[in-house]
């Protein structure tokens, strides 16, 4: 480390971490001064009884509960506006958002959005100038996106064919209710894109060029924990230990690539999930491994590091050896949980890549990569991906 190259840390979300948590959430909605809350969750959460046992706990403690579960996957522009018009219309004063990266995406920025004028679009970006929101308990039932303490939200306009990031402090959960009994019904295919996309906010932070000493340790017991435990997670999902290892993962890697960004995976999701409509957890899942073989040379000592958090033993390897080794051992844990691999499964195809490149060139995770990227390189990743 080069102390001369300053770096900042901050983590602006208090973590509430443990199983049976959701027990003691009227406590938390009391100490923030709530009294109305909106609920922002999805139907699927609503069908699997989780909302209305979530409901149930703030009804009984008195809590004035309204519910806003018209969340979909890849979340809505439209969503935003209309919570927030609820929440002005109504006199809400905290968000609950119980559920995926979609609902918690979509609680933050109705929080966002009650407090600030405009389009949820014209805060696009880092760190554009807006006020507070409302307050934020976040609620992950899923272990992957780490929105409960990323300073992102994902959203998309549809008719647009556009996805964009909004990031900042405004964009913070203020509680992150980290529960992992909610998520030991997760379907396995969910386990493996959501479980995935944690270990690429890991991984991508680890090895890129921003990375600094904080971030580093939390990557680092990321992946342990998800070499560890998400192969259970995904073939044996009622192992509650599993699943609290996968969801202090995803909340530990959310805390890593807050300052340091992430690499060229993110880069390409953006327009990939926008254009080709592929779920988030996915694409990543699909362009990992040929995103590792692209940087690997790039960071040697960071692979091989890797590679000793995935139980390789890397004693009589070359620095070289134990680097590609890494990747591999990566590679395996992706193959072995049957995660998606081909984006031509999606309909994308040959001709559409030098589009897509085109705007993953536009992302903040390119400058970052270990390894400086063209457009031409970007195409050849997503062909080997096809
Ligand atoms: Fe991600």
């Known amino acids: 480390m080069n102390y001369h190259q300053h770096f900042s ?14 027990e003691s959430l009227a406590e938390h909605v009391l100490q923030l001064g ?44 439209a969503g935003v506006t209309e919570g927030a018009k609820i929440c002005n219309d109504d006199a809400r004063d905290i968000i609950i958002a119980v559920g995926g990266g979609s609902a918690l995406d979509t609680g933050k920025s109705i ?40 300073v992102w939200s994902v959203i998309s306009e549809k008719d647009r064919n556009i996805k964009y990031g909004v990031g900042g402090r405004n964009m913070t959960a203020t509680v992150a209710l980290c529960d992992p009994s909610l998520s030991v019904s997760l379907p396995a295919r969910l386990t493996v894109g959501t479980g995935l996309d944690a270990l690429t906010h890991a991984l991508e932070s680890y090895v890129n060029k921003a990375t600094q000493p904080i971030s580093e340790a939390l990557s680092e017991k990321s992946m342990e924990l998800i070499s560890r435990s998400l192969r259970t997670a995904v073939f044996n999902g009622a192992d509650v230990q599993a699943r609290a290892d996968m969801l202090l993962a995803s909340t530990m890697a959310a805390c890593a690539f807050a300052p340091t960004r992430l690499g060229l995976a993110h880069a390409m999701a953006m327009p990939l999930g926008a254009k080709a409509k592929i779920p988030h957890g996915d694409v990543i899942s699909i362009l990992l491994p040929e995103v590792m073989r ?10 091989a590091r890797i590679a000793s958090i995935f139980d390789v033993d890397t004693r009589p390897l070359s620095l070289r050896e134990a680097a590609h080794a890494g990747v591999d051992a990566v590679a395996q844990l992706i193959a072995d949980i049957g995660a998606p691999n081909s984006l031509a499964a999606y309909g994308v195809q040959e001709s559409d890549l030098d589009a897509l490149a085109e705007e993953s060139m536009e992302s903040g995770n390119i400058v970052v990569n270990p390894r400086p990227a063209t457009a031409a390189d970007l195409v050849d990743i997503m062909r080997k991906c096809l």
């Open 111 to 150: 929080a966002l959005m009650a407090r600030n004028a405009g389009h949820i679009r014209d805060y696009a970006g880092l760190e554009i100038p807006s006020s507070p929101g409302l307050p934020v308990i976040a609620i992950p039932t899923t272990a992957g996106t780490g929105s409960e303490c990323a």
């Open 34 to 77: 709530g009294k109305r809350v909106l609920l922002v969750s999805d139907k699927g959460l609503v069908a699997a009884g989780v909302v209305g046992r979530v409901v149930d706990i703030l009804t009984s403690a008195d809590l004035d509960t309204r519910t806003f579960t018209e969340v979909e996957p890849e979340p809505e522009a």
């Open 9 to 22: 840390f901050e983590l602006p979300t208090r973590i509430e971490f443990g199983i049976g948590l959701i």
């Open 294 to 303: 692209f940087n690997v040379n790039a960071n040697l000592a960071k692979f």
